[in-house]
């Protein structure tokens, strides 16, 4: 469920979700108005193709209108009030810091750091490879017809001079200026046209023989409205859209439904050519015998509405075409547009509640309130010395000397300790505590920060923990290896901040109260970075973070990122102008 989750947050499964969206409401459109007037239809499934194309570039242009919560199940972090919160124990964030570092929270096995990495990246990347993959093969099966249909124009000939000159006649009197071609072909039963650069009427000569003189302009200027409405141009847009969207149903009837919406259109067209409709309603019934073995490469890449005849029938009998108005075209392009802000103008909201709630406020308070040295024993601290763990990477170095108490997290300076309690103790330089916590025969367990409105744990461990940790971190700073879990949640940070609107999901409580504690500087200081064009890895820190350098169009950023959490969660994040 987590991997779908995050495959569902991320660009990839957004634009599908947006897709699905804007299919679905087309669809419902199209069920309301498949008795009207066929102009509708196609302004509607026009409109849908052209927003389909413009679908992926709605993060770069984002249009925050509808906001969905797609956060709330994993929230557990709250905003924290103060300005002032630190940005890791003992130190605190400094002009050029644009981010906060949170310390880490907990223990985490590498197999599940492992399959965390696996989840949240490779479900993105193995759903691309499987849908390159069959829009390759769509993509040749439209090739393939496309080279059936080039050799079977080819095996066509000249018609006779009369045919050309009521051609000529009928395109004058539809007012079409493109260059039409009429062809006559042994091999086919259904007239139709193809050709996007060379437009080309295919007449069947068996049809030309059993046509009447008077029914020939009929069928001509049929073909040729075609033409006038570009219909051929859009059917082969919507026969590609198939083809690359050949995984999603909602699209594989839609070529079915704009050409069939063509060829009514078209019959308008052709129709007012005669004074009594009813005779191009007999003229059309006619053809239905001709058209029931319509070989494939007639009715895929050109135009030819053979197999809707009966549909086609049923309109012209029923239908007296009212004359369309501009107000209609007005109305047609403005439920497209409402399609599209429906459809592009909603996304995924993982912004927290402003206001942290009283529990948290108490706790932040508490931590901040001054704080008064109490009288202690230094040699009762002894038993507090150690190591305490906290994450893969994250331990507190706990030591004294004489009658001062220090404590260090990795890669950072000893921070001096004050008894307030005979188990707790406080920093100056930081609003921190650490309190130990005993068992009952009294040995010391492990440790609770207390930090920025969290309480983090933290177990005692040997120093051979420390060591093989130290050793691990040391070997990743000689080969210079990143570790593998982390660039996925910061590249989806990075595509959250081009779109102004933190990425808390992938934060753990610590980043998340500090993110929003910052994030309106962030925000302003982020405005005109532009699109990301790169992402590299530098290398990793003494303290175990990895430095990535961002080159975005106006500015490059680096990005440093701590060890995840068990959950795959980021818990240190600072972003610096360079570094």
Not at 85 to 98: D, E, Q, W
Not at 114 to 137: D, H
Not at 305 to 320: A, E, F, K, P
Request: a positive charge.
């Amino acid at each position: 469920m987590n991997t779908l989750r995050l495959f569902l947050l991320s660009p990839l499964g957004v634009l599908g979700l947006r897709w699905t969206l804007l299919l679905a409401l087309a669809w419902t459109a199209h069920a309301v108005m498949r008795r009207s007037h066929p102009r509708w239809r196609l302004i509607l499934w026009r409109g849908v193709l052209v927003l389909g194309c413009l679908l992926p570039w709605v993060g770069v242009v984002p249009l925050k209108i509808f906001r969905i919560d797609g956060a709330a199940a994993l929230t557990r972090g709250w905003a924290a009030t103060d300005s002032s919160a630190p940005s890791a124990l003992g130190r605190r964030p400094t002009p050029t810091v644009r981010a906060a570092l949170a310390v880490p929270l907990e223990s985490s096995p590498i197999f599940r750091r492992a399959v965390g990495f696996l989840a949240a990246k490779s479900a993105t990347t193995w759903v691309a490879l499987v849908w390159m993959i069959g829009g390759a093969a769509g993509a040749m099966r439209l090739l393939l017809i496309q080279f059936r249909l080039s050799r079977l124009r080819r095996k066509t000939r000249e018609p006779e001079a009369k045919l050309l000159a009521l051609a000529r006649d009928v395109q004058a009197r539809l007012g079409l200026r493109q260059i039409v071609t009429v062809r006559v072909s042994d091999e086919v039963t259904s007239p139709f046209i193809c050709g996007l650069l060379r437009p080309t009427i295919i007449v069947p000569a068996e049809l030309l023989r059993a046509l009447a003189p008077e029914q020939i302009p009929a069928l001509l200027s049929h073909e040729m409205a075609h033409l006038r409405s570009h219909d051929l141009a859009w059917s082969v847009g919507w026969r590609w859209m198939k083809a690359l969207g050949w995984f999603h149903p909602l699209v594989w009837k839609i070529p079915v439904a704009h050409n069939l919406a063509c060829e009514q259109e078209a019959d308008r067209i052709a129709s007012d050519q005669w004074a009594d409709r009813s005779l191009y309603t007999r003229w059309l019934a006619q053809l239905t015998l001709r058209v029931m073995e319509v070989p494939a490469v007639e009715t895929t890449w050109a135009l030819n509405g053979g197999s809707q005849i009966v549909q086609r029938l049923v309109l012209l009998r029923r239908d007296r075409f009212r004359r369309w108005k501009w107000r209609d075209s007005l109305a047609g392009f403005a439920l497209v547009a409402g399609l599209a802000l429906a459809a592009a103008g909603w996304g995924f909201s993982t912004a927290r509640a402003e206001n942290p709630p009283a529990e948290f406020a108490q706790r932040l308070a508490e931590q901040q309130r001054p704080r008064t040295v109490v009288p202690f024993d230094p040699q009762q601290f002894d038993k507090y010395v150690g190591f305490y763990q906290m994450g893969p990477n994250g331990f507190f170095t706990v030591t004294r000397k004489d009658d001062h108490f220090y404590c260090r997290l990795t890669g950072q300076h000893d921070v001096e300790f004050y008894p307030e309690s005979p188990t707790k103790f406080f920093a100056t330089v930081v609003a921190a505590q650490i309190s130990f916590v005993t068992d009952g025969a009294g040995h010391v367990t492990g440790l609770i920060l207390h930090q920025a409105g969290m309480e983090q744990p933290a177990h005692k461990v040997e120093e051979s923990a420390l060591k093989i940790a130290a050793s691990a971190l040391a070997q990743r700073i000689k080969s210079n290896t990143p570790a593998p879990d982390r660039e996925a949640p910061l590249r989806r940070f990075i595509a959250a901040l081009i779109q102004g609107q933190p990425n808390f999901d992938d934060m753990a409580p610590g980043l998340t109260a500090a993110t929003h504690q910052q994030w309106p500087r962030i925000e302003k200081e982020f405005q005109g970075a532009g699109a990301l064009k790169s992402l590299v890895f530098k290398r990793v820190k003494p303290d175990g973070m990895d430095v990535y350098v961002g080159t975005f169009e106006n500015q490059e950023i680096a990005f440093l990122i701590g060890p995840l959490t068990p959950d795959h969660k980021m818990q240190g994040l600072l972003m610096l102008p360079t570094y």
